[in-house]
């Protein structure tokens, strides 16, 4: 089982920049596969990036161009750089955790998480 932990998230102005960061507990980190969720008030949780244990790296319409998901498998961390920043991403950014090689877009794919980062930009 791994643990994750966001940090990064905060107050920031439309188009700036943010980077949140995901730690992992687990020593066995590059087996797993990655993604970035987020949550907006009343809304459903939604996928934003996924990197799987390959490299390949998959990103939500709404933020491509503007958000680079990366990880560094000798920190057991992955990265969420995010700029551009507009209102409409505010939101809490979790990190989710799948040990397989296939990289899915839903919630439902991922059985590990953090407990989230907020996110929030102001117009």
């Known amino acids: 089982q791994v643990q994750l932990v966001e940090s990064g998230g905060g107050l920031v102005q439309a188009g700036d920049s943010l980077r949140v960061s995901c730690a992992a507990s687990?020593?066995?980190?590059?087996?797993?596969?990655m993604g970035w969720f987020r949550q907006a008030p009343g809304q459903e949780r939604e996928f934003v990036a996924g990197?799987?244990?390959?490299?390949?790296?998959d990103y939500a319409d709404f933020v491509k161009g503007r958000f680079t998901i990366s990880r560094d498998s000798a920190k057991n961390t992955v990265y969420l750089q995010m700029n551009s920043l507009k209102s409409e991403d505010t939101a809490v950014y979790y990190c989710?955790?799948?040990?397989?090689?296939?990289?899915?877009?839903?919630?439902?794919?991922?059985?590990?998480w953090g407990q989230g980062t907020q996110v929030t930009v102001s117009s």
């Open positions: 989710a955790a799948v040990l397989s090689v296939r990289l899915g877009t839903l919630p439902s794919d991922y059985p590990y």
């Open positions: 687990a020593g066995t980190f590059s087996l797993y596969s």
């Open positions: 990197i799987s244990r390959s490299g390949y790296v």
